[in-house]
C-alpha cells in the first residue's frame, strides 16, 4: 500500500480534499498525471531526518511513551488512510510531528492541517491527538488538539465523495468551490479561540479603550510640549490651570488644576 498511492487515499491528501483540490488529485490517483516528487525537497526530508530524534526528545523531556505506528486504515473505508508518526501508549493517543519555520506558531499549524488531524481521528477512534513541531531550531513544545466530531464526519464525508469519482473514472470539476465551509472549533490544550465580533458589550468596551488609548498619546504629546516650553532659568511656569515647578536637581514636576477655567 505504501508503494502505490493510487490505490488510497491519504492525511495529506484529505487536506487537499477539503481545499478543493479534486481535479489534480484525481489526475494523480487515477495515474493521469504523476504526484508531486519529494525526493529532494529540503523541508519534507527534514522532518523526515528528525523524526526518530523528536520522538526521543518527547518520551525523555515530556513524558510520553512514543511508538512507531505507520500507515493505518479507516474501519469502513479501508481505502481510506493515515500514516501516524507514532502512539502515545500514555496518553492512548496518536502524535503528530512536524519540523516547521521559526515563524510559525501552534494555532496556524492547526487550522492548516486540520482536516490531516481529523482524518487521523476517525481513523483511530482517538478523542484527541498530540501535535509537536520543531520551529526553526526550537525545542518543541507538544500540545493536545480536540477536532469537534462534526468536523471529522464531514472530511470523511468528503473523501467519500471525492473516491467515488476515482473508483468511477469520472473527472471532477477543477476546483470544487461548493464544499461545506466549515470552521470547526479546535480546542489547543483544552482552550479555544473565540471571535468576539457581533458582541455589543466587547464592541463597546473596545471602543472606549481605543478612544482612551487615542487620548492617552495626545496626552503624551502635549505634556512634552509643555515642558518643552519652560526655558532651563524658570523655576515655575503656570498657565490655564497647568502648573511646572522645577526642583532644585532641574526636574520639572507637573500639576493640574481642574478648577479654572
Given at each position: 500500500?505504501?508503494?502505490?498511492?493510487k490505490k488510497?487515499?491519504?492525511?495529506?491528501d484529505?487536506k487537499?480534499?477539503?481545499?478543493?483540490?479534486?481535479?489534480s488529485l484525481?489526475?494523480?490517483?487515477?495515474?493521469?498525471?504523476?504526484p508531486?516528487?519529494?525526493?529532494?525537497?529540503?523541508?519534507?526530508?527534514?522532518?523526515?531526518?528528525?523524526?526518530?530524534?523528536?520522538?526521543?526528545?518527547?518520551?525523555?523531556?515530556?513524558?510520553?511513551?512514543?511508538?512507531?505506528?505507520?500507515?493505518?486504515?479507516?474501519?469502513?473505508?479501508?481505502?481510506?488512510?493515515?500514516?501516524?508518526?507514532?502512539?502515545?501508549?500514555?496518553?492512548?493517543?496518536?502524535?503528530?510531528?512536524?519540523?516547521?519555520?521559526?515563524?510559525?506558531?501552534n494555532?496556524?499549524?492547526?487550522?492548516?492541517?486540520k482536516?490531516?488531524?481529523?482524518?487521523?481521528?476517525?481513523?483511530?477512534?482517538?478523542?484527541?491527538i498530540y501535535m509537536?513541531?520543531?520551529?526553526?531550531?526550537?525545542?518543541?513544545?507538544?500540545?493536545?488538539?480536540?477536532?469537534?466530531?462534526?468536523?471529522?464526519d464531514?472530511?470523511?464525508?468528503?473523501?467519500?465523495?471525492?473516491?467515488?469519482?476515482?473508483?468511477?473514472?469520472?473527472?471532477?470539476?477543477?476546483?470544487?468551490?461548493?464544499?461545506?465551509?466549515?470552521?470547526?472549533?479546535?480546542?489547543?490544550?483544552?482552550m479555544?479561540?473565540?471571535?468576539?465580533?457581533?458582541?455589543?458589550?466587547?464592541?463597546?468596551?473596545?471602543n472606549?479603550y481605543?478612544?482612551s488609548?487615542?487620548?492617552?498619546?495626545?496626552?503624551?504629546?502635549?505634556?512634552?510640549?509643555?515642558?518643552?516650553?519652560?526655558?532651563?532659568d524658570?523655576?515655575?511656569?503656570?498657565?490655564?490651570?497647568?502648573?511646572?515647578?522645577?526642583?532644585?536637581?532641574?526636574?520639572?514636576?507637573?500639576?493640574?488644576?481642574?478648577?479654572?477655567?
Amino acid at each position: 500500500m505504501t508503494d502505490d498511492r493510487k490505490k488510497f487515499l491519504g492525511s495529506s491528501d484529505a487536506k487537499r480534499v477539503m481545499e478543493g483540490d479534486w481535479f489534480s488529485l484525481y489526475q494523480e490517483k487515477t495515474g493521469a498525471v504523476e504526484p508531486v516528487d519529494l525526493t529532494d525537497v529540503f523541508i519534507v526530508q527534514l522532518g523526515i531526518q528528525t523524526e526518530a530524534f523528536h520522538i526521543d526528545w518527547l518520551n525523555k523531556h515530556h513524558g510520553f511513551e512514543i511508538t512507531p505506528v505507520g500507515r493505518r486504515s479507516h474501519p469502513e473505508h479501508k481505502w481510506l488512510t493515515c500514516l501516524i508518526d507514532g502512539w502515545d501508549n500514555i496518553k492512548a493517543a496518536p502524535v503528530e510531528l512536524k519540523h516547521t519555520n521559526a515563524f510559525n506558531d501552534n494555532q496556524n499549524l492547526v487550522n492548516t492541517y486540520k482536516a490531516q488531524i481529523a482524518l487521523q481521528q476517525a481513523i483511530t477512534g482517538s478523542n484527541t491527538i498530540y501535535m509537536s513541531a520543531i520551529m526553526g531550531n526550537k525545542e518543541p513544545e507538544p500540545f493536545k488538539v480536540t477536532i469537534p466530531k462534526e468536523y471529522i464526519d464531514e472530511v470523511v464525508t468528503q473523501c467519500v465523495n471525492f473516491w467515488w469519482h476515482v473508483e468511477n473514472k469520472v473527472p471532477p470539476e477543477e476546483l470544487i468551490a461548493d464544499l461545506p465551509v466549515l470552521e470547526p472549533t479546535i480546542l489547543i490544550d483544552d482552550m479555544r479561540v473565540v471571535d468576539m465580533e457581533g458582541n455589543n458589550e466587547w464592541a463597546s468596551a473596545a471602543n472606549d479603550y481605543m478612544i482612551s488609548l487615542e487620548a492617552a498619546g495626545i496626552n503624551d504629546t502635549a505634556k512634552k510640549t509643555l515642558k518643552d516650553l519652560v526655558e532651563k532659568d524658570v523655576r515655575e511656569a503656570s498657565g490655564y490651570g497647568i502648573t511646572f515647578k522645577r526642583s532644585k536637581n532641574g526636574a520639572l514636576r507637573m500639576s493640574v488644576d481642574k478648577s479654572d477655567g
